[in-house]
């Protein structure tokens, strides 16, 4: 057989075609969702302004007339919520929970929050920056949740380094580095990945820098700011899944500056056609 | 093939007609890019929900095909964080095993697919599926013409591994 690829790829695929009534329906749900997170966040941008400003103001006109005390940034009150219970696990959550997580591992802030979730396969991802308390570099942390996984290999593979697999009560733990070597030394990336016996995998890892496009790497340290130990620990975690405790989501959606990694604007649009890709 | 007529030239009407016309196509390069149906399904929402959103915009674009098929690619690449460690790429063609001997169940296009690398992937695909140029290619995914021209050169003679009764050369 001399096949061109384009024509077997063609070929391959042609006999495939989605429900387009339940896509139109779905892609407008979701598109109304994404359109009303921008105006609520475009909201609270204006509200925040307003408030730096009048706060911004005041304390000026403090500092001009001493006699007068400073005046402080009004608080809003916590919307009220339900005060217990679970909820669907998303981006945001995710973050929040690793943030706390790691905190109980290693002392240090977080920063850099984002995310993304699924509402067809119910994964969830949530990344963010740690940066130690002992003034070292920082560390890129990610945590992958994926509810559903029937079945998956684990066995160590030539390019892991550090590998170890440990099977306990029907879960499965595989450790391991993945290590590049990149000008100035090396990108170390520590992952902890389980699978627990009701299907919840759950994957975390941790740099020693910032990857970046085109295997480039922006190195911190020489490790990254958590072993593989414990990453285990944060993945052993037993409230990962797709339901949380809404405790969770409210501090996610309490997290400053959370990055949709979805949520791409369409911004591009109107400048270059070599704009960044979202992210 | 069937496929549905070109909107490139024309701006579309309602959202409906746009996704009717165009979400075969984008739904099968979705299948190409994931190797995997229930995450193109993910996918191509995903891709149109951002489209909904965005539509004033993007119906009076140059392009709305263009503009959906970005991104489809851009979005993509961003979901790959979900799974990142679930699709490690292989690297070292004796990890993967041999062609089956038997042309009958030899491997599927979509499963060597799926063992590229998902960088080297998306050029593959843009470029033989949906005939991109280079250049059209390279600024799709924020690259240079040379580093697509790269990809696509690895990533043929990966598929030409897997997939030896395939004409590649042709192809390039």
Not at chain 1, 53 to 61: H, N
Not at chain 1, 236 to 255: H, M, N, T, V, Y
Not at chain 2, 39 to 60: H, I, N
Request: net charge neutral; proline share 6%.
């Amino acid at each position: 057989m001399n096949t061109q690829l384009s024509d077997l790829m063609h070929r391959d695929v042609q006999d495939l075609t989605p429900d387009l009534d339940a896509l139109t329906q779905a892609a407008r749900r979701r598109g109304l969702s994404i359109r009303r997170r921008r105006q609520a966040l475009s909201t609270l941008g204006a509200v925040a302004a307003v408030a730096v400003i009048a706060v911004g103001s005041t304390q000026l006109r403090g500092s001009a007339d001493s006699s007068r005390p400073a005046a402080t940034a009004p608080t809003t009150p916590a919307p009220t919520t339900q005060a217990s219970g679970t909820t669907r696990l998303s981006g945001e959550a995710t973050a929040a929970g690793l943030r706390d997580l790691l905190g109980e591992v290693v002392q240090g802030r977080a920063t850099s929050f984002a995310g993304q979730d699924s509402t067809v396969s119910y994964d969830s991802y949530g990344e963010l920056r740690w940066f130690p308390a002992d003034g070292s570099g920082f560390s890129d942390v990610g945590l992958n949740v994926q509810p559903g996984f029937e079945s998956r290999i684990y066995h160590c593979q030539a390019w892991q380094v550090a590998c170890t697999v440990t099977r306990s009560g029907g879960a499965k733990l595989m450790t391991f580095e993945e290590v590049t070597e990149v000008a100035g030394g090396k990108g170390i990336r520590v992952t902890a990945d389980l699978l627990r016996a009701d299907g919840v995998r759950v994957v975390a890892s941790a740099t020693n820098g910032a990857e970046l496009p085109a295997n480039k790497w922006h190195i911190t340290r020489a490790r990254p700011a958590f072993t593989a130990q414990e990453l285990a620990l944060v993945v052993g975690q037993s409230w990962w899944g797709p339901r949380i405790p809404a405790e969770l989501q409210r501090e996610g959606a309490a997290l400053p500056g959370y990055t949709d990694l979805d949520s791409d604007r369409g911004d591009w649009l109107d400048g270059s056609p070599t704009a960044k890709p979202t992210p | 093939m069937a496929e549905a007529p070109s909107l490139d030239e024309q701006p579309p009407g309602s959202f409906e007609e746009f996704v009717h016309a165009t979400g075969p196509r984008m739904y099968r390069t979705a299948v190409l890019l994931c190797g995997d149906h229930h995450l193109a399904e993910d996918l191509t929402q995903a891709t149109y929900a951002k489209v909904f959103a965005s539509w004033g915009r993007v119906r009076r674009a140059d392009n709305p095909v263009a503009y959906t098929r970005t991104v489809l690619t851009r979005t993509w690449l961003s979901h790959r964080r979900l799974r990142r460690t679930t699709e490690q790429p292989v690297d070292d063609l004796p990890d993967l095993p041999a062609p089956h001997p038997d042309p009958g169940t030899r491997l599927d296009l979509v499963e060597a697919l799926s063992r590229l690398r998902p960088e080297d992937r998306a050029v593959v695909v843009l470029r033989f599926y949906l005939d991109l140029s280079v250049n059209q290619t390279a600024q799709l995914l924020g690259i240079s013409d040379v580093a697509t021209r790269k990809r696509c050169s690895r990533a043929l003679e990966r598929l030409r591994s897997m997939l030896p009764d395939l004409d590649l050369e042709a192809s390039s």
